[in-house]
């Protein structure tokens, strides 16, 4: 049997405010790698920066797509719940679905 080599974090990330902001999702990035220095360390930064991508965010539905290592995701989802700013704007982050294949964001994005 063949393992998923990443794992794709779906979470929803909302401005505590209620506002719809598009700046939120090209800082979005930025702010999981600080955090998850902040967290864990610049070695696992480092180990984690790799595979760290934030593969999809859609600033009206709320919902971003990271897609993170399988040795790291843990680490890495407990820093993106830690989050509360993104580029000064409050947030509120929680996770939607923790899966190992593409296949199950197809029905997000309909």
Do not use: W
């Amino acid at each position: 049997m063949v393992r998923f080599k990443n794992r794709y974090l779906i979470l929803s990330v909302r401005a505590k405010d209620g506002r719809f902001y598009e700046s939120i999702g090209p800082g979005l990035a930025a702010a999981i790698k600080s955090s998850v220095q902040l967290q864990h360390g610049d070695e696992f930064l480092e180990a984690a920066a790799p595979s760290l991508q934030v593969a999809y965010h859609h600033h009206i539905a709320g919902v971003a797509i990271v897609r993170i290592g399988r040795a790291q995701h843990v680490k890495v989802l407990s820093s993106c719940l830690k989050l509360s700013l993104v580029d000064y704007k409050g947030v509120i982050v929680k996770l939607l679905k923790l899966t190992g294949q593409c296949t199950g964001l197809l029905e997000l994005q309909r």
